[in-house]
T-cell receptor, first 114, second 116 residues
Framework: GDSVTQMEGPVTLSEEAFLTINCTYTATGYPSLFWYVQYPGEGLQLLLKATKADDKGSNKGFEATYRKETTSFHLEKGSVQVSDSAVYFCALIRYGGATNKLIFGTGTLLAVQP | KAGVTQTPRYLIKTRGQQVTLSCSPISGHRSVSWYQQTPGQGLQFLFEYFSETQRNKGNFPGRFSGRQFSNSRSEMNVSTLELGDSALYLC???????????????FGNGTRLTVT
């Protein structure tokens, strides 16, 4: 079945460091890919998305490129801030189904220190 | 525009009891999905409703059920609670559409259920 694999956390960085969180997926067809972020005590917020191969999603300085050849959707940010500390989830939705069923990775905790 | 509202925020129940959680979607959103979040299993899809009909269901026992009303508000019910049902239950809404690519899911802050 469809699945998403994320790098284990926690990831601890100093402010202004470069961030990469790896995400790979297994899915039939051409899924849409997403990154969601969860701050403490809150629900999930959509960070960015990409719906087809080679699309680049971007938001708030974060970027991720849909790589079909490597089935990957790695999240990157050039300079992290303390306020970026949160749990990040990679997720997919299978293309073409009449459904909003998201399949999530296990989440990666990011802790940014001043 | 108000976001997805889930009530209550916190709930404590005893094993064997039943519980009902409520979700009010963003105005105009007709698709409502429910997810369970636990430290061990992560985020798992429970079910999705669209126009009062369940159109997808995850791999959960029949103790977990849901429904959607004509105003798109949704409830989920868990009967005969078990300790393992302790989790954060998240509701998400979206506009009609397929696959989430056209209309991303907007999540509420969840209901934290503790079963003792």
């Amino acid at each position: 079945g469809d699945s998403v694999t994320q790098m284990e956390g926690p990831v601890t960085l100093s402010e202004e460091a470069f961030l990469t969180i790896n995400c790979t997926y297994t899915a039939t067809g051409y899924p849409s890919l997403f990154w969601y972020v969860q701050y403490p005590g809150e629900g999930l917020q959509l960070l960015l998305k990409a719906t087809k191969a080679d699309d680049k999603g971007s938001n708030k300085g974060f970027e991720a490129t849909y790589r079909k050849e490597t089935t990957s959707f790695h999240l990157e940010k050039g300079s992290v801030q303390v306020s970026d500390s949160a749990v990040y989830f990679c997720a997919l939705i299978r293309y073409g189904g009449a459904t909003n069923k998201l399949i999530f990775g296990t989440g990666t905790l990011l802790a940014v220190q001043p | 525009k108000a976001g997805v509202t889930q009530t209550p925020r916190y709930l404590i129940k005893t094993r064997g009891q039943q519980v009902t959680l409520s979700c009010s979607p963003i105005s105009g959103h007709r698709s409502v999905s429910w997810y369970q979040q636990t430290p061990g299993q992560g985020l798992q899809f429970l079910f999705e409703y669209f126009s009062e009909t369940q159109r997808n269901k995850g791999n959960f026992p029949g103790r977990f059920s849901g429904r959607q009303f004509s105003n798109s508000r949704s409830e989920m019910n868990v009967s005969t609670l078990e300790l393992g049902d302790s989790a954060l239950y998240l509701c998400a809404s979206s506009l009609p559409g397929s696959g989430g690519s056209d209309s991303p899911l907007h999540f509420g802050n969840g209901t934290r259920l503790t079963v003792t």
